[in-house]
């Protein structure tokens, strides 16, 4: 358990309103990850950060925006939520373990846009 | 960017099978890691792979980084292992692990 949490845990939301899913580490991990998971595409990155205020962006970025103003918690944002972001949102940190960097995941949001 | 294909996408087996998953990918690596993800969604990290072989109880990986490609064997499977496996891999550094993901080989373990 890498105490990771997410919240929320789900999320039902209009077509337009901004949304905010937070993730939450305990154990001062500098890496921190943002992915999406859709039927077909397996997870995919949204962004990462490498340290508080330290973000860059991933394979999936555009409608999505991240802070990290702390390094135990890291925040994705839809400016303005559309149905195609209707997704599972997962949380990961990166940790040095067993000879290499291995991510650790939270939970999930499961998010639904209507 | 690199390109990761995982076969078979779906597999059934009866309990105590076992069982060979495959992860293709198309240019050189120098992290790989494995995850189990079961019913109820959690990813769980099983291997960290990115070359050699390494075993933990019923589950053991292999990975040819010069052949571009990774097997993970589970034998004696046992119906808790029923979920969905992913491989994924990166090209960078290492340090800041940007994963790209495989689709996934669902696998179900019936009694």
């Known amino acids: 358990d890498a105490g990771i949490t997410q919240s929320p845990r789900h999320k039902v939301t209009e077509t337009g309103t901004p949304v905010t899913l937070r993730c939450h580490q305990t154990e001062n991990h500098r890496y921190m990850y943002w992915y999406r998971q859709d039927p077909g595409h397996g997870l995919r990155l949204i962004h990462y950060?490498?340290?508080?205020?330290?973000?860059d962006k991933g394979e999936v970025s555009d409608g999505y925006s991240v802070s990290r103003s702390k390094t135990e918690d890291f925040l994705l944002t839809l400016e303005s939520a559309t149905s195609s972001q209707t997704s599972v949102y997962f949380c990961?940190?990166?940790?040095?373990?067993?000879?290499?960097?291995?991510?650790?995941f939270g939970p999930g949001t499961r998010l639904t846009v209507t | 960017g690199i390109q990761v294909e995982q076969s078979p996408p779906d597999l059934i087996l009866q309990e105590g099978a076992n069982s060979t998953l495959r992860c293709n990918f198309s240019?050189?690596?120098?992290?790989l890691q494995w995850f189990h993800q079961n019913p109820w969604g959690q990813l769980i990290n099983l291997f960290y792979?990115?070359?050699g072989t390494k075993q933990n109880g019923r589950l053991s990986a292999t990975t040819v980084a010069t052949e571009r490609y990774s097997l993970l064997y589970i034998s004696s499977s046992q119906t808790t292992d029923s979920g969905v496996y992913f491989c994924a891999v990166e090209q960078g550094s290492g340090t800041a692990s940007k994963l790209t993901f495989g689709t996934g080989t669902r696998l179900q373990v019936t009694l």
């Open positions: 950060s490498y340290g508080v205020k330290d973000t």
């Open positions: 792979i990115p070359s």
């Open positions: 990961a940190i990166s940790d040095y373990h067993r000879g290499g960097y291995e991510q650790y």
């Open positions: 240019d050189s690596v120098n992290n």
